[in-house]
């Protein structure tokens, strides 16, 4: 495939942050889902089991006690224990009729992430009553991993007693920073005194893999402050850390203040200074024995810490993901629920599917989409695209990973790709050029 490149707008000349998502989570293009392809689930799933396909189990909580001004997900600050059992029974109900299609019918759960919104809102007995509905639909016995996303605020020794009696072996505290300010600036619910409390109960419970968020470049941030925050982020010593750079999609409160003062550029940092906080967090991690595993995320011990959700989504692994907004794929087929509460408790009310759009995959999007993915691991085998897929990435993406090469974001040798710390640290960015030429219009912005 031959395409001509342009050097992509922001790099160099324009680093401020303007409003958009460059973070690539998926492919195609969620803008390219659409409702006239929802029918395409219901074929999958009366299909017989696949044999050699890994099930993962996704549910959305979508309540929180604040909502973040960067946030974009589907999150709800107003609903009372009596609409939150309700949003729970809708779910289980949606998930019940799922799990009886002959598509994943028997099947067990590979992997069990519960995100959000904030999983940890929720009291003990709602999460208790939850898990073993899920369980009794999809069994977790033979799991990987069960992920957990928590904020701090909301965890004491009892609320984490309650998580980890669950199942859970992957708790994720949404830290973000450590100064008060900034996380009151950037209307996050936690304050700093919370976070050494939740990690310390949530360590001497024994959770097999704690993982704390950082972003770097939030409103009111400094180098100084940044310094900081990598610095108490070591002497925690977390199992993992996942640092993203600050952005500011357009369904955000930072956005809605950008758009009313009729401003382009975002209070935030811009796009060298994210990437040089970010590099710096790397070398103080690896000088602290952490490794680099990806463009997000260090790792203290990466032969027993392993991301089996991330992983298992790359390569391709089926998704029964149930709650408002929430994203899954069954058999090349990609689909999204209702991003409303009100139609998606209608829908799931009247016995009908919540799916809002779908898009049925082709082989070509499933191999642009393994390797752009997996890009953000920082390095890539030939072989491993030719066995799958029959696909040699030098022959199908030769004019991209010659532009990588030539601009010092990656070298190439004989058996595979190696991005160098400037190309992962805007892997995001470079990837949109990988898409395909149908898939690059809208790929900025959705």
């Not at 109900?93 to 299609?101: D, F, G, P, S, T």
């Not at 072996?169 to 830290?175: A, D, E, F, I, K």
């Not at 103080?284 to 463009?295: C, I, L, N």
Request: hydrophobic share 35%.
């Amino acid at each position: 495939m031959q395409t001509t490149l342009e050097k992509p707008a922001t790099e160099k000349k324009v680093e401020k942050t303007e409003a958009g998502n460059y973070f690539v989570s998926n492919y195609p293009p969620f803008s390219f889902w659409k409702p006239d392809q929802v029918h395409l689930v219901d074929e999958v799933l009366q299909r017989p089991a696949p044999p050699d396909i890994p099930l993962g189990v996704y549910f959305h909580i979508p309540f929180c006690r604040k909502r973040c001004h960067f946030c974009y997900f589907k999150v709800y600050t107003d609903k009372n224990a009596g609409e939150i059992k309700a949003y729970i029974d809708a779910g289980m109900r949606e998930m019940e009729r799922l799990a009886a299609r002959p598509y994943l019918k028997g099947r067990k759960a590979h992997f069990v992430y519960f995100g959000g919104g904030t999983p940890s809102y929720l009291s003990v007995p709602q999460l208790k009553d939850l898990s073993e509905r899920m369980k009794a639909l999809v069994p977790w016995d033979e799991a990987e991993e069960v992920a957990f996303e928590a904020e701090p605020g909301t965890l004491n020794e009892v609320k984490l007693t309650g998580i980890r009696e669950i199942g859970v072996t992957r708790l994720s505290l949404g830290v973000e920073n450590f100064d008060d300010h900034i996380l009151e600036s950037n209307g996050r619910a936690h304050r700093s005194g919370e976070i050494g409390k939740a990690y310390n109960f949530a360590r001497g419970l024994g959770f097999e893999h704690i993982n704390i968020d950082l972003i770097a470049g939030m409103m009111n941030e400094t180098e100084a402050n940044w310094k900081v925050c990598v610095a108490k982020a070591i002497e925690m010593q977390p199992d993992a850390v996942t640092i993203y750079q600050m952005e500011v999609p357009y369904n955000t409160t930072m956005y809605q203040q950008m758009k009313a003062e009729g401003k382009v550029t975002a209070p935030v940092a811009d796009w060298q200074t994210k990437r040089d906080w970010v590099s710096h967090a790397f070398d103080e991690f690896q000088k602290a024995g952490y490794t680099v595993t990806s463009a997000y995320t260090v790792v203290k011990d990466p032969k027993r810490i392993k991301f089996v959700y991330r992983d298992s989504l790359w390569d391709g692994a089926d998704l029964l993901s149930c709650g408002v907004a929430s994203f899954g794929h069954f058999g090349g087929v990609h689909y999204q629920n209702q991003a409303d509460v009100g139609p998606y408790m209608q829908a799931v009310d009247a016995g009908k599917p919540p799916i809002f759009r779908a898009y049925q995959t082709t082989h070509e999007d499933r191999f642009v989409r393994e390797f752009i993915l997996k890009l953000k691991l920082g390095r890539s085998e030939w072989a491993h695209y030719i066995q799958k897929f029959g696909e040699d990435p030098r022959k199908h993406f030769g004019p991209q990973l010659d532009y990588l090469a030539k601009e010092g974001f990656a070298t190439l040798d004989a058996d595979g790709i190696t991005l160098t710390r400037d190309g992962l640290l805007q892997v995001d960015r470079l990837l949109h050029d990988f898409f395909l030429p149908q898939h690059r219009q809208y790929a900025r912005y959705t």
